[in-house]
């Protein structure tokens, strides 16, 4: 072998850049994302639905939050939602969260658990229930 | 025909791995035993061949001299594109390995008028740097599926990624610029007849592989939006060696997967071993120096010599006998 000691110093290198997420999550239990339900206002409800399914809030509920931004914001549209004999407002503040009051239990366990920094927060209030 | 050879190996591969999740449900296969695959035979691949390049010995002095070598105090040496110290070496591979230096000389030759001209070409440097960074960038990102807690710097790379926050989830520059800039790289070997010629399967089977996993990933992100926090479940599961397998993650990731774990099994057997190669270039990685040291070629072995001495000793009566003159007597 030529140049034997630089050689086996980059290989080094490169086995522990290419093997470090195995190596540094050796012995680590799997914590798993739960968000929580468990708020005041979601336990008294009798029938526990959001404004879509659950499935697909799981996955889009960013782009209803967008739209609805774009809806009040943009074009004054503030009309209630109605699903399933509730009302719903077109709020972050007063709507998703009179129900979901837990942020840190509810968003911030999977955005946390997936590195994800919506900036919701940049100018919403996160006090519980939307209150400041 | 190397062209289209690879672009339906890419989408059989696709085809693959779709009816093998959707079709006939072996999620085990494609999530788990073809990922722990692939990392050992690239982990390994990667390893045996640099350890193969090393029993190569490097016969001659061959630094490429792009400029001026050191010469008389009053002439300008050029310390990084004609090193003479192991430190000039160092920033000449820096150079190179981070911002291509020796791509940035690229030219091209045309004929106008009838007659040959050459000039500056930067739009391969540029693709080509833009492609490798963001693809390192892209890289550096998906590590917040293999830690928990997703570390800092993760996040901020995330942020600055996203800065402009166009659109929701906000939209990553890097994925875009990666499958812009492959297309690119692609775009030059269909569209530039010289290239063309000379490209093989091998040269376009890696840019469709790349650019189908750019786009499946772009597709999860922003389109047909998988289950995150079950992916993660499962990227943890494969690096903390508890693999789990969780229903209701689309085929989309398994595909995406699958097209990573083809790219890292192909790696070390192609040309993408230039990731290690580009270390081991003796026109890179030598110093300038031949007229202070003698570079030994590691292959000579001792010579067996017969000099004229021994040779007159050895025919000394016959070369007498033949009236040839000799030396000693």
């Given amino acids: 072998m030529y140049n034997g000691g630089k050689i086996i110093l980059g290989l080094i290198i490169f086995l522990a850049l290419a093997a470090f997420p195995f190596y540094s999550n050796l012995g680590g239990s799997a914590k798993k994302a739960m968000p929580s339900l468990d708020t005041p206002v979601i336990q008294q409800l009798a029938v526990k639905e959001c404004v879509k399914p659950g499935e697909y809030m799981k996955r889009e509920h960013m782009k209803v939050l967008d739209q609805w931004r774009d809806e009040v914001v943009r074009e004054g549209k503030r009309e209630k939602i109605l699903v399933g004999g509730r009302e719903f407002e077109k709020s972050l503040q007063n709507g998703c969260m009179a129900c979901h009051s837990n942020k840190e239990q509810f968003c911030a366990e999977c955005h946390g658990y997936a590195g994800v920094k919506p900036y919701c927060w940049d100018c919403h209030l996160s006090g519980e229930g939307g209150q400041i | ?329």
Wanted: aromatic fraction near 12%; glycine fraction near 6%; proline fraction near 5%.
């Fill in chain 2, 1 to 329: 025909m190397g062209m289209l050879f690879s672009l339906f190996m890419v989408a059989a591969l696709i085809v693959v791995a779709y009816a093998g999740v959707a079709v006939v449900n072996m999620q085990n296969l494609f999530g788990v035993v073809i990922p722990y695959a692939a990392i050992a035979i690239f982990l390994a691949g990667v390893i045996l061949k640099v350890l193969k390049w090393s029993r190569s010995p490097v016969p001659f002095h061959i630094p490429t001299t792009c400029g001026q070598q050191k010469s008389l105090p009053w002439i300008k040496h050029s310390s990084t594109d004609n090193p003479q110290t192991t430190g000039g070496v160092i920033m000449r591979m820096a150079l190179e390995i981070f911002l291509f230096r020796s791509l940035f000389r690229n030219i091209k030759s045309e004929v106008t008028d009838g007659r040959a001209t050459y000039g500056s070409d930067k739009l391969l440097w540029l693709g080509g740097l833009a492609f490798h960074l963001t693809f390192f960038t892209v890289l550096i990102r998906h590590l917040r599926f293999f830690a928990e807690p997703v570390p800092a710097m993760i996040n901020t790379i995330d942020a600055l990624d996203g800065f402009m926050q166009i659109g929701v989830p906000h939209l990553l520059m890097s994925g875009v610029i990666l499958v812009a800039a492959a297309a690119y790289l692609l775009w030059r070997r269909v569209g530039i007849s010289q290239v063309k010629y000379i490209s093989l399967a091998a040269d376009y089977f890696p840019l469709f592989l790349i650019i189908s996993i750019g786009l499946t990933g772009i597709i999860m992100r922003y389109f047909a939006k998988v289950d995150i926090v079950s992916v993660k479940k499962m990227t943890m599961g494969l690096v903390s060696l508890n693999p789990v397998v969780l229903s209701g993650v689309g085929s989309i990731f398994y595909i995406h997967m699958f097209l990573i774990s083809v790219l890292l099994i192909y790696f070390p057997f192609s040309k993408l071993m230039h990731m290690g190669g580009v270390f081991l270039s003796p026109t890179r990685n030598l110093s300038n120096n031949s007229r202070e040291k003698r570079h030994v070629n590691p292959w000579d072995y001792p010579v067996k010599v017969h000099t004229y001495e021994q040779y007159e000793d050895e025919f000394r009566e016959k070369m007498k006998e033949a009236g040839i003159p000799v030396e000693k007597e």
